[in-house]
């Protein structure tokens, strides 16, 4: 592995090295993004991070508003119009489990808010941001999310390392 990049690159997490900007919850085994603490990812990478950071957080996360610039602007010119944000998109939060029956996932009012957005001035990484919080659950805790398949997963991954 090349090390000259990972001085300046130290910031920005990979799929390899994304559970470090995980913290504990108070739920054992359940780690979670802190709420409103902007991490940068590699573009390339950040739909396998959302995944894994879903996975290790208990958490589905759905699409909830993608506001994607047209795609023939170039960075050049998005300079000279003042647009910064190359795209934005909006996740909420899906307990995971609740797909499985519509009826939980009509009483889910969870209103937790997982933000990506990219920017023209640098390409090789992206921000994602936990801006809201869940509520009305915890992720992970067993006695309110009915199925913890994405962390049972994990778990049965770990093991077989
Ligand atoms: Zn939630």
């Given at each position: 592995m090349s090390t000259n990049n990972i001085q300046s690159n130290k910031n920005i997490y990979t799929l390899a090295t994304i559970s470090e900007a995980l913290e504990c919850t108070s739920v054992p085994g359940v780690i979670t993004l802190r709420l409103d603490t902007t991490i940068k990812v590699r573009t390339s990478e950040w739909r396998d991070c959302l995944l894994e950071i879903g996975e290790s957080c208990a958490v589905k996360w759905i699409i909830h508003n993608s506001n994607k610039q047209?795609?023939?602007?170039t960075a050049e010119e998005a300079k000279d119009s003042d647009i910064k944000m190359c795209f934005s998109q909006e996740y909420s939060c899906h307990h995971a489990?609740?797909?499985?029956?519509k009826a939980a996932m009509r009483k889910n009012k969870c209103s937790a808010l997982f933000h990506v957005r990219g920017f023209f001035k640098t390409p090789e990484w992206c921000e994602i941001t936990l801006t809201k919080d869940h509520t009305e659950h915890t992720p992970g805790d067993v006695h309110e999310d009915m199925c913890t398949l994405p962390l049972a997963k994990k778990y049965l991954n770990e093991l077989s390392q």
């Open positions: 047209p795609t023939d602007i489990g609740t797909y499985e029956s």
